[in-house]
Structure formats: structure tokens, C-alpha cells
């Protein structure tokens, strides 16, 4: 399996050079040459797989041959098996006929993010032990890729990782789930600024090629391909699961950098039945727009109780563009130099029109984020996040036939929103005892202006140079 860019002019890469570079070196994102197509029986066949072995089915074309089929096994035992605090590791949940739950915040830090990080990690180690390079992985965090890069990268050999996220804008579990972490590869930097300042600074590290070769800049954002990759396996084992691949399934997801969304969309084309994709969002609805009207241009971010949804620019966007712009590097990369210019971009017909057959999306208000969460303690018994919350409420709200089952994935642990579930439902969800005593736990991050100057100097004064 060889991976391209979507700007066209990067090196063709194998799966252990893309799972190490991150972004692209001529500013696009890497995407596989081909998808890999599952026939009816490949899928049939994952009926009754663990979560473990449904992940090597779903992961082997894309891994090549950077791991034997054994490797990549072990890997997910280690990733999944004991780190997950549920033996399904992603379980289903029934809300009432149609609607279900695919909870994805089993994992040690509560958000969906910790199913492909956890691999992740393990991935970068396996990589990179016996090899003489360090890694500098650098990332922009609305809150819980944060937390989960920085469990699933903390003390590991060959690695620093700085993450950037907005002061003030991230929840307090958030924030101390990253910055309580202490190994001394671990580096917290509070931004003054939002998240898109946060994620265009690390855009331009990556950019800058004298700084991101001289610290070998990586990324565990969803801009990496390997994080998408370990994404599209959760599609396949709940679907499956409600009879995949005889029945059609839709899937509503609560979105921000396009990230589980795409992994979704992958899925489709790699054979998965899938209905419909729900792309839910909140007011910051850059994605609403761009899906149902074709304007993606960029607003004001305005803060919610679903943080890691509030933003403008989503990254992983340019994945879909380049899929349904006829894999056109050129004209990709022209588009998406006017939108850095512009702040705007309208969608071609091309791109429009192959977006409508599988994509739908949705602005959920703050108003029926709350009323969802409380209809889902009052009529199905369950506590629920606010970003699961908006999923739902778009799953609740867009028509599909009767007879196709909705599974909106459950992003986050209710715990991790408490004021914001107790506020809707009366009901402070419980800290799980896995994140212990996060409360009680010495915090350390430094606060740095939001300028490539200031940002890229703090982490010169740290980070290991290439040798
Ligand atoms: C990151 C995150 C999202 C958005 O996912 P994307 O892959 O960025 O679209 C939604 N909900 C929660 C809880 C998240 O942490």
C-alpha cells in the first residue's frame, strides 16, 4: 500500500514513513493510492470477531508491508485488551427502535480519541526502537486528542510531544488529563488564543521546513493517516453487529476536524453498507454550510458546551475535497491555496454532488443539544455527553427509511462534561475510577503567546534536535 498527497507533490510514502511524517511535505494530507475493497463475504466473515480481530481484517490492507499480520495482532492486544475498560471495546448501546449508542469512550482518558491513539503510540515505539531518530510530535488540542496523545505517548522512548491547546477553552478534566501527566517527554502549552489560532500555529511548524526537519515534527492529530485507519475499524465491527452486510446502517457523528466522519466515509468505500453519514455539528457550522449549500467559509468560532466541536476549519475536509474533486492534485491545491487566502471555498459540482449521495449533515442548537440529553436519561435511561448529545439530536431530526438502523457514535464520557450533562439533566455523572485522583494531581503547562515566534522558540528552548 503506497500513500499520496493531496496536493500532489509530496513523496509517495509506505505505511510506517506516513504513520511517522503526519502532514505532508507540500502542506496536503496523505490518503491511500487506492482504497481496498472488502467483498460481501470478507464482511460476512467479521460476524462474531472480537474487536482485536476485526481490526487486523480492517487494518491489514493498509499497513502493507511495514508489520506481518502477527505484529500488527499484538499490537492491537496491547492497544485494546486491558487498556479499554469494556470487553467490547467499543459496545453498542439501544436507545429505543431504531436509535443506538457506539461507545467509544472506554478508554483511559473518556473520549473516542484513545481508540486510534492508543495505537498510535504503539505504532511511533515499534517504529522508531532501534532506529536512531527522535520524534517531535506537535499538536493542537481542543481537549481530548490532548489528553489521549499524551496517554498514549507519555515515557515512551524516541518521543517528546508538545500539545498546544486555547487557555481558558478546554474543560477542567480536560485540562488536567494532559497536564497532570509529569514524565519528562511530556510538554502542556496553553495558547492565548482559540483553537484554530492553535491549529494554524502547528500547520505553519509543519510548513516551516528548516524547524520541522530540524526536530522531525510529527503529528498525532487527526491529520495523521494512522489515526483515520484505526477509526474505520469501530464502522465495521457495529455494523456488522446489527447486520452489516445484509442491512444498510447510518451513522450520525458529532464533528469537528472531519476526522471519525471520514474514517466513515472510508469504511463506505471500502464495501460497508452504510446508509447514510450524519455529519452533525453545533452553531459552528462551517460543515453544515459546506455540505448543504456548498459555502465553506470560515466564521467566528463561538465557544459551546461541546469544546471539542467548536471549530471552523476542519482539517481532514481536504480529504474528502481531493476523493470527490477526481483525486486532481493540482486542482486541489489551488483550491485550497485560494481558501487559505480567502477564508472561503465553494464546493465544485463534482464535489457537491458526490458528497450528497452519502453525506447529510445538521446544526444542532444548544436548546436541543440539552433537550436530547435529557430525553435520553428521561426515555432510554442513558447519561450522555454533549458532543454524543448533538450526534443524537441530528440522528433524531434527519429522515431516513424506516427500516435503517442509526448509530450515533458516543464521542465522549459523560463525566468529562459534567457541568454541562448536569445542567440538562439534573444528574452529575461519575468520574470513572480508572481517571483516579485527577483532582488531587500536581498540574504543570507553560503559557505561551499565540505566535509562530513565541510558540516555536518555547519549544527549540526543549526539544531534541535531529542528530
Ligand atoms: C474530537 C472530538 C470530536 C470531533 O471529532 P473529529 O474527528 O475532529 O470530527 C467530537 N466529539 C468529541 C468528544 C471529540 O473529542
Request: charged share 20%.
Amino acid at each position: 500500500m503506497r500513500y499520496i498527497s493531496t496536493r500532489g507533490s509530496a513523496p509517495v510514502l509506505d505505511f510506517e514513513q506516513v504513520t511517522l511524517a503526519g502532514l505532508a511535505a507540500d502542506g496536503g494530507l496523505y490518503v491511500p493510492e487506492a482504497w481496498p475493497r472488502f467483498s460481501t463475504e470478507d464482511i460476512a466473515g467479521m460476524a462474531g470477531l472480537s474487536y482485536v480481530e476485526t481490526a487486523v481484517r480492517v487494518m491489514t490492507p493498509f499497513v502493507g508491508d511495514s508489520l506481518s499480520e502477527d505484529e500488527l495482532r499484538r499490537l492491537c492486544e496491547q492497544a485494546y485488551q486491558g487498556r479499554f475498560a469494556h470487553a467490547a471495546v467499543t459496545p453498542l448501546v439501544q436507545l429505543d427502535h431504531r436509535n443506538w449508542l457506539l461507545e467509544l469512550f472506554h478508554g483511559p482518558t473518556l473520549a473516542f480519541k484513545d481508540v486510534a491513539l492508543q495505537l498510535l503510540g504503539l505504532l511511533f515505539e515499534r517504529f522508531l526502537t532501534g532506529s536512531k531518530d527522535h520524534l517531535t510530535v506537535v499538536g493542537a488540542t481542543s481537549g481530548d486528542t490532548g489528553s489521549a496523545a499524551i496517554d498514549a505517548l507519555a515515557g515512551r522512548e524516541g518521543v517528546d510531544i508538545f500539545m498546544l491547546h486555547p487557555r481558558g477553552r478546554v474543560s477542567d478534566v480536560q485540562r488536567r488529563q494532559m497536564t497532570t501527566v509529569l514524565a519528562p517527554n511530556v510538554h502542556n502549552i496553553a495558547i492565548d488564543g482559540n483553537f484554530d489560532q492553535a491549529q494554524a500555529l502547528v500547520k505553519a511548524m509543519f510548513n516551516d521546513p528548516g524547524f520541522s526537519r530540524k526536530y522531525a515534527l510529527s503529528a498525532v492529530n487527526s491529520i495523521n493517516w494512522a489515526r483515520l485507519m484505526a477509526q474505520i475499524v469501530y464502522y465495521f465491527y457495529a455494523a456488522v453487529r446489527l447486520g452489516a452486510p445484509e442491512r444498510e446502517i447510518a451513522f450520525s457523528v458529532p464533528t469537528g476536524n472531519f476526522g471519525d466522519v471520514f474514517a466513515g466515509y472510508v469504511a463506505a468505500q471500502m464495501g460497508l453498507p452504510v446508509a447514510k453519514l450524519i455529519v452533525a455539528t453545533n452553531i459552528n457550522d462551517i460543515l453544515h454550510r459546506a455540505l448543504s449549500s456548498g459555502d465553506y467559509s470560515v466564521g467566528e468560532v463561538t465557544p459551546t458546551a461541546a469544546p471539542s466541536m467548536d471549530i471552523q476549519v476542519s482539517s481532514n475536509f481536504e480529504r474528502l475535497l481531493f476523493d470527490l474533486g477526481g483525486r486532481d492534485g493540482n486542482a486541489l491545491l489551488a483550491q485550497m491555496k485560494a481558501f487559505e487566502s480567502e477564508r472561503k471555498l465553494q464546493l465544485t459540482n463534482a464535489q457537491r454532488e458526490g458528497a450528497a449521495g452519502l453525506f447529510t449533515s445538521c446544526r444542532i442548537e444548544p436548546e436541543a443539544m440539552a433537550q436530547t440529553l435529557a430525553w435520553a436519561h428521561g426515555e432510554a435511561g442513558q447519561i450522555i455527553d454533549p458532543h454524543t448529545a448533538i450526534g443524537l439530536a441530528a440522528a433524531r431530526t434527519v429522515e431516513l427509511d424506516s427500516n435503517i438502523p442509526v448509530v450515533t457514535l458516543a464521542t465522549a464520557h459523560p463525566a468529562k462534561f459534567g457541568d454541562a450533562v448536569e445542567r440538562a439533566t439534573g444528574v452529575r455523572p461519575a468520574l470513572p475510577a480508572r481517571v483516579g485522583d485527577l483532582f488531587d494531581r500536581e498540574e504543570r503547562y507553560d503559557v505561551v503567546h499565540a505566535t509562530f515566534d513565541d510558540v516555536t522558540a518555547h519549544i527549540a528552548d526543549l526539544a531534541t534536535p535531529r542528530s
